[in-house]
């Protein structure tokens, strides 16, 4: 749908969390995927990510979370080093211990099937 006259159609970032399966341990392995859509409103990217989302998990035979975190870009042209997803966090832990916590406690090791 193109924009009417005097508005203007705006860049999100929607993050999604699928499972992408389960590993031959038994460990279930989650995908978190960003993807950027032109949207209006809040609610025609929700719309339109959900969308996205549920084709893209049927396509992949994966299971998507309901819940979507969006971010509205700040109306500037995407070009190289731009800022897609931003978001804060807060915890009793240095860097190094929240990026552990994060990040590397749930790694996906694919040599470890």
Request: charged residues 30%; aromatic residues 16%; negative net charge.
């Amino acid at each position: 749908m193109l924009p009417m006259i005097g508005e203007t159609m705006e860049w999100y970032a929607v993050r999604n969390v699928f499972h992408f399966g389960v590993k031959s341990d038994g460990k279930n392995v989650f995908e978190e995927r960003v993807v950027v859509f032109q949207a209006e409103s809040f609610d025609e990217v929700h719309s339109k990510a959900e969308a996205e989302a549920a084709q893209y998990a049927k396509d992949n035979d994966f299971s998507v979370h309901d819940m979507q975190e969006c971010y509205r870009q700040d109306g500037e042209n995407l070009i190289d080093g731009y800022e897609v997803w931003s978001q804060l966090f807060e915890a009793h832990l240095s860097l190094e211990a929240f990026y552990a916590t994060r990040y590397e406690k749930f790694k996906y090791d694919p040599e470890n099937v």
